[in-house]
């Protein structure tokens, strides 16, 4: 979803019902845009950026951009989302 060339991603993530979304990263295997480095990029020496959960943000804006949506309303939807479907999540330590 952050990579401008996913369309289609990206038309869902603006289609679909916001109580149908939750967030994740695809930690550590597929990088958000900004940490991806190309091909030719890794052949000069670029380290490719490892993905990880604090990227959570940065990709929570970019769907809030897409939907047009405050940060703090999606944020507030997609945890309340995550915790519906995966209950023992909501009484997990922070």
Known sequence: MTYERSLQLR????????SAL???TDAPDIPPQWLYQTAEQRALGAAQGRNSSAELPRIAQVLAELRGVSLADLAAATSANACRVLPKLANAPL
Do not use: F, G, I, S
């Not at 869902?12 to 916001?18: D, K, R, W």
């Open 11 to 18: 038309r869902l993530a603006c289609e679909l019902p916001l």
């Open 22 to 24: 939750v967030l994740e």
